[in-house]
């Protein structure tokens, strides 16, 4: 990170404006310098601003600590996003469009009230963590010993029944 004049970072210096922005301008900021990432966390929204699903260069989409009871299709028109976080809502689905996300490495699902995952995230073969932490699930899908990239996996806290041998052996869970 380069520093400016009065040796304070430009980094700190762009966290401290944005930090007090809505969401509307921070989309529009995003939108209007074609920032990598877009945080929209802990700002109570119940659903996602239409604008959002328009910025396909964004590469990290923060949307924890919000109120959302789903994420819909259109977050699949995102195909650069690396990293995506949802934690902290209330989902009890994800859409199955996530599976569009060819160049996620990163997802942040914990703290939500899944109860299954769709089939099409077997396709992110980027994916090198998984957080499910906390959730309703009662038994992981077998396709998650298959994710090539996925070195961490995150699954304590839901009430699980059925684990499949491979992932149990894969990813030492108990």
Same mark, same amino acid.
């Given at each position: 990170?380069?520093?400016?004049?009065?040796?304070?970072?430009?980094? $700190?210096?762009?966290?401290?404006?944005?930090?007090?922005?809505?969401?509307?301008?921070?989309?529009?900021?995003? $939108?209007?310098?074609?920032? $990598?990432?877009?945080?929209?966390?802990?700002?109570?929204?119940?659903?996602?601003? $239409?604008?959002?699903?328009?910025?396909?260069?964004?590469?990290?989409?923060?949307?924890?600590?919000?109120?959302?009871?789903? #994420?819909?299709?259109?977050?699949?028109?995102?195909?650069?996003?690396?990293?995506?976080?949802?934690?902290?809502?209330?989902?009890?689905?994800?859409?199955?469009?996530?599976?569009? #996300?060819?160049?996620?490495?990163?997802?942040?699902?914990?703290?939500?009230?899944?109860?299954?995952?769709?089939?099409?995230?077997?396709?992110?073969?980027?994916?090198?963590?998984?957080?499910?932490?906390?959730?309703?699930?009662?038994?992981?899908?077998?396709? #998650?010993?298959?994710?090539?990239?996925?070195?961490?996996?995150?699954?304590?806290?839901?009430?699980?029944?059925?684990?499949?041998?491979?992932?149990?052996?894969?990813?030492? #869970?108990?």
């Amino acid at each position: 990170m380069s520093e400016d004049w009065d040796g304070v970072s430009q980094g $700190a210096y762009w966290d401290s404006v944005t930090a007090c922005q809505s969401p509307d301008e921070r989309i529009k900021t995003a $939108a209007r310098w074609q920032s $990598a990432e877009l945080d929209l966390h802990g700002h109570y929204l119940r659903q996602i601003p $239409a604008q959002v699903w328009t910025l396909t260069h964004v590469t990290e989409l923060h949307l924890y600590l919000n109120e959302l009871t789903e #994420l819909p299709d259109e977050v699949g028109q995102l195909t650069s996003l690396t990293w995506l976080a949802v934690d902290g809502n209330k989902l009890r689905t994800l859409p199955g469009s996530i599976g569009q #996300l060819g160049e996620l490495t990163r997802l942040d699902v914990q703290d939500n009230q899944l109860i299954s995952l769709p089939d099409t995230l077997a396709g992110l073969s980027k994916l090198t963590e998984l957080n499910l932490a906390r959730n309703n699930l009662r038994s992981l899908p077998a396709w #998650l010993a298959d994710l090539p990239a996925l070195t961490a996996l995150y699954v304590s806290g839901n009430p699980l029944e059925d684990i499949p041998p491979s992932v149990a052996a894969r990813y030492a #869970l108990r």
